[in-house]
């Protein structure tokens, strides 16, 4: 398979909010993508979307055309209600329909198009997108290329200037949305919030 028979697709780590977060290597990220897809959760989430464009305005030079592509996210809710095969069952059901309406888009773009997600904090943690960006994977012949970020767990404890942990000892983290964490009196450190814990 030729490499333009491939999607080039970017999960770039855009940090916990301030555009002081951005790295070096996400800016430049940013700059190889033309067209950005986000979720659009709608209501109180579109502040979401519009800081997403700002970092983009912000980071990628005026003379790179792209475009920023909001698609209306699924219910994945309501978490509180479910059980642990309830809740599990849930959230594949949510991300395959998400996986749904991203192919949906991304086969109608020009092949040399590469496709960018903008990702809260790190990729790798709490958000769900390299799972979402795998099943595409399944349907798609893509080349992914992950970009770290800085998480909002590193700039509170940078903030405060605390040590995550013990000496010897491992950091939990947990999703804030884990609703079921103050029945069980869990005190673990908590992660990015953008997303539903998967």
Not at 2 to 10: G, M, P, W
Not at 145 to 166: E, K
Request: overall charge negative; charged content about 25%; proline content about 6%.
């Amino acid at each position: 398979m030729s490499d333009n028979a491939v999607r080039r697709i970017h999960l770039i780590g855009i940090g916990a909010g301030s555009p002081e977060h951005v790295t070096a290597e996400a800016a430049a990220a940013l700059a190889e993508v033309d067209v950005f897809l986000v979720a659009d959760k709608g209501g109180a989430k579109d502040e979401l979307v519009a800081v997403r464009r700002a970092i983009c305005d912000r980071f990628i030079p005026a003379d790179h055309a792209y475009e920023f592509v909001t698609v209306p996210d699924p219910k994945s809710g309501p978490d509180a209600d479910r059980d642990s095969a309830e809740y599990a069952q849930g959230v594949r059901d949510w991300h395959a329909a998400r996986t749904d309406a991203y192919v949906r888009i991304i086969e109608e773009l020009p092949q040399e198009a590469v496709v960018g997600f903008l990702v809260w904090g790190d990729p790798a943690f709490y958000d769900s997108t390299i799972r979402v960006v795998d099943a595409i994977g399944e349907r798609i012949p893509t080349r992914v290329r992950v970009i770290p970020g800085i998480s909002a767990f590193q700039t509170l404890a940078a903030a405060h200037g605390i040590v995550l942990h013990r000496v010897g000892e491992p950091v939990h983290m947990v999703g804030v949305v884990d609703r079921r964490l103050a029945e069980r009196g869990a005190t673990q450190l908590v992660s990015d919030p953008d997303e539903p814990s998967d």
